[in-house]
């Protein structure tokens, strides 16, 4: 089961040339799902991966650089010919304000849009997964999102199971599955549990103790870095993170690798990238259109893939 994520806004508070507002897509199998919904999300969908349907839609909090796309993308699944339910998550105050939106945007016709208002530490189930919204520091109402797998079977020994007597076939699937095979117990022939894959997504928020424990042992966590260290008390007062303050989080949280979004044209990538390295080292800024694919612990680390190597001459850059 592939797991991905794909970062379609990777500035904060104002687009730029060359970042656009919050919004990021996890593409997990089949389904996909966009957290947050920034200003031109749907122009940074077409630009790059196309506009595909979404399956689900979670706002971190209710500032408008992270939700003034929505009201086109959900009009324009509506001239597209949407028919399947759309629920769109959120912290409280949600419905009041898509409520309002969409009565100046106009109300959708053809398919249910529903808002969900979320308490912290409510955990959704989905066919595999489980979706944690978790409270975080910021100003008003605001949630980090924490998807996460169970723990998968431990790997099949077939040389283990012959020499205890299995025969190669139906014999092996049985007691992968469970069972217990001629006095063989799946314990004896499997190894142990595996863990399933951990993605955070802090939104805007301080530095935590919340997201710090939420976020633990995460193959990938995506924290805001909004200020350089040079703006640390800047930070503080208007809900946000330095770029060395983020990577702590990491740090602490023993996270598998950590993505910088949320940035401003206020300090260089490169500045903020070195102040986060001195700490935290596998730390990555991502572009905007640039993915992160998020492989099993046993198959690897998650990587970043740069869109204009995929795409040669598509004119993205930091």
């Given at each position: 089961?592939?797991?991905?994520?794909?970062?379609?806004?990777?500035?904060?508070s104002?687009?730029?040339?060359?970042?656009?507002?919050?919004?990021?897509?996890?593409?997990?199998?089949?389904?996909?799902?966009?957290?947050?919904?920034?200003e031109?999300?749907?122009?940074?969908?077409?630009?790059s991966?196309?506009?595909?349907?979404?399956?689900?839609?979670?706002?971190?909090?209710l500032?408008?650089?992270?939700?003034?796309?929505?009201?086109?993308?959900?009009?324009?699944?509506?001239?597209?010919?949407?028919e399947?339910?759309?629920?769109?998550?959120?912290?409280?105050?949600?419905r009041?304000?898509?409520?309002?939106?969409?009565?100046?945007?106009?109300?959708?016709?053809g398919?249910?849009?529903?808002?969900?208002?979320?308490?912290?530490g409510e955990?959704?189930e989905?066919?595999?997964?489980?979706?944690?919204?978790?409270?975080v520091?910021?100003?008003?109402?605001?949630?980090?999102?924490?998807?996460?797998e169970?723990?998968?079977?431990?790997?099949?020994?077939?040389?283990?199971?012959?020499?205890?007597?299995?025969?190669?076939?139906?014999?092996?699937?049985?007691?992968?599955?469970?069972?217990?095979?001629?006095?063989?117990a799946?314990?004896?022939?499997?190894?142990?549990?595996?863990?399933?894959r951990?993605?955070?997504?802090?939104?805007?928020?301080?530095?935590?103790?919340?997201?710090?424990?939420?976020?633990?042992?995460?193959?990938?966590?995506?924290?805001?870095?909004?200020?350089?260290?040079?703006?640390?008390?800047?930070?503080?007062?208007?809900?946000?993170?330095t770029?060395?303050q983020?990577?702590?989080?990491?740090?602490?949280?023993?996270?598998?690798?950590?993505?910088?979004?949320?940035l401003?044209?206020?300090?260089?990538?490169?500045?903020?990238?070195?102040?986060?390295?001195?700490?935290?080292?596998?730390?990555?800024?991502?572009?905007?259109?640039?993915?992160?694919?998020?492989?099993?612990?046993?198959?690897?680390r998650?990587?970043?893939?740069?869109?204009?190597?995929?795409?040669?001459?598509?004119?993205?850059?930091?």
């Amino acid at each position: 089961m592939d797991l991905s994520v794909f970062f379609a806004g990777t500035g904060g508070s104002m687009p730029t040339a060359r970042r656009g507002l919050p919004a990021i897509l996890i593409r997990r199998g089949g389904d996909r799902i966009l957290v947050d919904c920034g200003e031109g999300t749907q122009r940074q969908l077409l630009r790059s991966i196309g506009l595909s349907d979404v399956d689900e839609i979670f706002l971190t909090h209710l500032h408008a650089d992270h939700w003034l796309g929505l009201p086109g993308l959900l009009k324009t699944f509506e001239l597209r010919g949407r028919e399947v339910p759309l629920t769109v998550h959120g912290p409280p105050g949600l419905r009041e304000l898509l409520g309002a939106v969409m009565g100046v945007a106009g109300r959708v016709a053809g398919y249910e849009l529903t808002a969900i208002e979320l308490e912290p530490g409510e955990v959704l189930e989905r066919d595999g997964y489980r979706i944690a919204a978790v409270p975080v520091s910021h100003r008003g109402p605001a949630l980090a999102y924490v998807l996460f797998e169970p723990e998968r079977p431990g790997a099949f020994d077939p040389v283990a199971a012959q020499a205890l007597g299995l025969t190669p076939g139906p014999e092996f699937g049985r007691v992968q599955r469970g069972e217990t095979i001629r006095g063989v117990a799946p314990e004896r022939v499997m190894g142990p549990n595996r863990p399933g894959r951990k993605l955070t997504i802090s939104g805007d928020t301080r530095p935590c103790e919340s997201l710090r424990l939420a976020a633990h042992g995460s193959d990938l966590l995506i924290h805001e870095a909004t200020f350089a260290i040079e703006e640390a008390e800047r930070a503080y007062e208007t809900g946000h993170s330095t770029a060395s303050q983020a990577a702590g989080v990491a740090r602490d949280a023993d996270v598998g690798m950590l993505a910088l979004n949320h940035l401003s044209i206020r300090h260089p990538a490169g500045l903020l990238k070195d102040e986060a390295r001195s700490i935290f080292e596998r730390t990555v800024l991502p572009r905007d259109f640039d993915t992160i694919e998020i492989p099993f612990a046993e198959r690897g680390r998650p990587e970043l893939h740069r869109f204009d190597q995929q795409r040669p001459g598509h004119p993205v850059g930091s």
